[in-house]
């Protein structure tokens, strides 16, 4: 099990280690069907021309499950996740690489919370940003 | 959302006529019906494997004893995504998420008997943006569980652009 990270150890500024992933076409399949999420920009070459993108994209859900299981991963099960936004500034594709990353902005207190807000992204195989994302975790 | 679009595909006329209709000015504000979605084991389960879920902890609390775990909050993203968004009226070409904001006010179980309540909170159009003329819908869900505790509250926009032929290359 993963030693939880505790909020006084954890320093505003603080780079999270870049984790690779591969959003394979077959586990996208997965998710559609178990999230019944069958929206044709999905899965359908079709409607990806019609839109005028490469092939069939992620669905947006799913980048935003990767940064949260990113920024679970590296808080080692400590904290509760109180909000995540994300903004997706172009697609990621099926089997196409992605990076994803982040780092500490703030640590404050509120109302007796103990909170952390976190900076994410994920960028493409080019190196361009996907998405821009940050998340809020309190410590209780 | 997509930056693959072509905007030299627009043309000054286009770009002066507004995309919002008499229609789409007067959904703002309307409300939807409310949405259910229970919380399935087995759901969860399969989007854990789609997602390839690697915490201990959520996969020992999918598959244990406890009737009722804790999900991760992706798990009420996945499940009430696509549903949940109202239809709007005229809205041109196909939909892509422009962003997304979740705040959680309570944890959600295995078994929770989910009520989305939708509104559109407001549509805005961009005109002669990177990607041309475009329409921005924004959504707005309350959730609450079977005992009527709210447990998210949700903010979606999602950006529409007319249909349009490949951009070169792509």
Redesign the interface.
Known sequence: ??TPRSYDAIQEGEELPAEE?LPTHR??M??I?????W???FYEQE?A??????GP?IP???R???L??FL??WLG?AG????????????DYHDKPITIGGHVTRKYEEDGCKLVDFELWVDNREGERSVRGSATVSFD | MSERADPSSDTASDDADSLITPAMQAAIGSEGEPVRVEISREVVRRMAEALDEDNPEILAAIDGDDPHPVVPPYALICMISHMSEMNVPDVPGHGLMAADDWSYTNPVRVGDRITVRPRIADIQERIGGRVGHSLFVHHEWTCTNQDDVEIARVRRTIAHYPNRKPAPGS
């Open positions: 099990m993963p992933r586990k996208i997965m998710f069907g178990a999230s019944w999420q929206v044709p920009q409607t021309d019609q839109m005028g993108l490469e994209i947006g859900p799913v935003i499950a990767w949260e299981q679970r991963r099960g509760t996740f109180k909000r995540i936004h994300v903004s997706h500034r172009r697609p």
